[in-house]
């Protein structure tokens, strides 16, 4: 199973549009936050199930603030993560899973892709952004996620190379 994990797009489909060519087909895509009022265009882009969160920019969304979604033994928290406190670190997210009995946690508003796995009990996930990255070398982030026949995830974050962000323009 392969699952598509992006985060603020902030309005701008355009690197999704590209990025959904590359990487398809794919059997879930979700998407942490921040899509600005975009929620419908990215789920008929994806064409395929999706979870959307909304985001702190996302002002007037009926998006729900978290979902959980389950693959095959992974339990699994979505959310933007800004009502956790992410800008500093992720000890409120990983406290969350822990109460909430999820393995993995999936979240977006810093922008900066990340995969935390310093913790065996539970799998910090940030896919970074499409549209304004801003980690060093700012390049639109995304993360895949495959689970193998023998039901175990794999987690790579991938940048688009042929895409410029936002803030190239």
Known sequence: MRILIISDTHGHEEGLKQLLKAVRPIDYMIHCGDTEGNEDIIRKMAACPCTIVRGNNDFFSELPREEKVGFGKYRIL???GHNYGVSMDTEMLKEEAKSGGYNVVMYGHTHKPSIDMSDPAITILNPGSLSYPRQSGRKP?????????????????NYLKNIKSLYEW
């Open 141 to 157: 982030s995304y993360i895949m996620m495959e689970i193998d026949r023998f039901g175990e995830a794999h987690y790579t974050i």
């Open 78 to 80: 979505v959310t933007h």
